[in-house]
Nanobody, 119 residues
Framework: EVRLVESGGGLVQPGGSLRLSCAASGFTFTMYVMKWVRQAPGKGPEWVSTIVSRGGSTTSYAYADSVKGRFTISRDNAKNTLYLQMDSLKPDDTALYFC?????????RGQGTQVTVSS
Protein backbone atom coordinates (compact mmCIF):
# COMPACT_ATOMS: atom_id res chain seq x y z
CA GLU A 1 0.00 0.00 0.00
CA VAL A 2 1.34 3.43 -0.97
CA ARG A 3 1.38 5.63 2.11
CA LEU A 4 2.59 9.09 3.12
CA VAL A 5 2.52 10.20 6.76
CA GLU A 6 3.31 13.80 7.67
CA SER A 7 4.45 14.99 11.10
CA GLY A 8 6.17 17.91 12.78
CA GLY A 9 3.49 20.56 12.67
CA GLY A 10 2.46 22.68 15.61
CA LEU A 11 1.93 26.16 17.00
CA VAL A 12 4.81 28.58 16.57
CA GLN A 13 5.27 32.31 17.00
CA PRO A 14 5.98 34.55 14.02
CA GLY A 15 9.66 34.37 13.15
CA GLY A 16 9.95 30.86 14.51
CA SER A 17 10.89 27.60 12.82
CA LEU A 18 9.46 24.15 12.30
CA ARG A 19 10.67 21.06 10.49
CA LEU A 20 8.06 18.88 8.81
CA SER A 21 8.67 15.24 7.94
CA CYS A 22 6.90 12.90 5.56
CA ALA A 23 7.48 9.16 5.91
CA ALA A 24 6.88 7.27 2.67
CA SER A 25 6.18 3.57 2.17
CA GLY A 26 4.83 1.21 -0.45
CA PHE A 27 6.78 2.58 -3.43
CA THR A 28 10.38 3.18 -4.49
CA PHE A 29 10.74 6.57 -2.85
CA THR A 30 14.04 7.50 -4.48
CA MET A 31 12.52 7.34 -7.96
CA TYR A 32 9.68 9.78 -7.38
CA VAL A 33 9.27 13.53 -7.51
CA MET A 34 8.00 14.70 -4.13
CA LYS A 35 6.11 17.87 -3.30
CA TRP A 36 4.83 19.84 -0.35
CA VAL A 37 1.44 21.44 -0.74
CA ARG A 38 -0.52 23.46 1.81
CA GLN A 39 -4.11 24.49 2.28
CA ALA A 40 -5.15 27.40 4.45
CA PRO A 41 -8.66 27.60 5.94
CA GLY A 42 -11.18 28.65 3.31
CA LYS A 43 -8.63 28.53 0.48
CA GLY A 44 -7.62 26.08 -2.22
CA PRO A 45 -4.42 24.01 -2.22
CA GLU A 46 -1.19 25.95 -2.76
CA TRP A 47 1.97 24.33 -4.09
CA VAL A 48 4.92 25.03 -1.79
CA SER A 49 7.94 23.12 -3.06
CA THR A 50 9.14 20.23 -5.24
CA ILE A 51 12.25 18.08 -5.07
CA VAL A 52 13.56 15.69 -7.70
CA SER A 53 16.15 12.98 -7.29
CA ARG A 54 17.71 10.59 -9.76
CA GLY A 55 19.90 7.70 -8.83
CA GLY A 56 19.65 8.59 -5.15
CA SER A 57 20.98 12.14 -5.53
CA THR A 58 18.93 15.31 -5.42
CA THR A 59 19.02 16.96 -8.83
CA SER A 60 16.65 19.88 -8.55
CA TYR A 61 14.15 21.68 -6.39
CA ALA A 62 11.77 24.57 -6.70
CA TYR A 63 9.86 26.86 -4.36
CA ALA A 64 6.81 29.05 -4.49
CA ASP A 65 7.69 32.74 -4.38
CA SER A 66 5.84 33.06 -1.09
CA VAL A 67 8.29 30.74 0.69
CA LYS A 68 11.51 31.20 -1.30
CA GLY A 69 14.45 32.01 0.95
CA ARG A 70 12.60 30.85 4.08
CA PHE A 71 11.75 27.19 3.42
CA THR A 72 14.13 24.38 2.47
CA ILE A 73 13.01 21.06 1.02
CA SER A 74 15.17 17.96 1.35
CA ARG A 75 14.91 14.21 1.28
CA ASP A 76 16.71 11.25 2.82
CA ASN A 77 16.29 8.44 0.32
CA ALA A 78 17.87 5.93 2.72
CA LYS A 79 15.11 6.68 5.24
CA ASN A 80 12.31 7.15 2.67
CA THR A 81 11.60 10.52 4.23
CA LEU A 82 10.85 13.97 2.85
CA TYR A 83 11.47 17.12 4.91
CA LEU A 84 10.49 20.77 4.88
CA GLN A 85 12.53 23.12 7.05
CA MET A 86 10.48 26.25 7.62
CA ASP A 87 12.20 29.34 9.01
CA SER A 88 11.07 32.93 9.54
CA LEU A 89 7.49 31.74 9.71
CA LYS A 90 4.68 34.23 9.12
CA PRO A 91 1.00 34.11 10.07
CA ASP A 92 0.24 33.65 6.34
CA ASP A 93 2.06 30.30 6.52
CA THR A 94 -0.74 28.93 8.71
CA ALA A 95 -2.17 25.94 6.86
CA LEU A 96 -2.50 22.17 6.70
CA TYR A 97 0.66 20.90 5.04
CA PHE A 98 0.67 17.79 2.87
CA CYS A 99 3.38 15.83 1.13
CA UNK A 100 2.36 14.58 -2.27
CA UNK A 101 3.50 12.42 -5.15
CA UNK A 102 2.04 10.62 -8.16
CA UNK A 103 2.44 6.87 -8.40
CA UNK A 104 1.50 5.67 -11.86
CA UNK A 105 -1.45 7.89 -12.66
CA UNK A 106 -2.63 8.15 -9.07
CA UNK A 107 -1.96 11.25 -6.97
CA UNK A 108 -1.10 10.33 -3.40
CA ARG A 109 -0.93 12.52 -0.34
CA GLY A 110 -0.94 12.04 3.38
CA GLN A 111 -3.40 13.23 6.00
CA GLY A 112 -1.48 16.44 6.54
CA THR A 113 0.10 18.17 9.52
CA GLN A 114 -1.23 21.47 10.87
CA VAL A 115 1.05 24.47 11.10
CA THR A 116 -0.24 27.49 13.00
CA VAL A 117 1.80 30.68 13.19
CA SER A 118 0.44 33.03 15.82
CA SER A 119 1.56 35.15 18.72
Amino acid sequence: EVRLVESGGGLVQPGGSLRLSCAASGFTFTMYVMKWVRQAPGKGPEWVSTIVSRGGSTTSYAYADSVKGRFTISRDNAKNTLYLQMDSLKPDDTALYFCQTTVGTNPVRGQGTQVTVSS
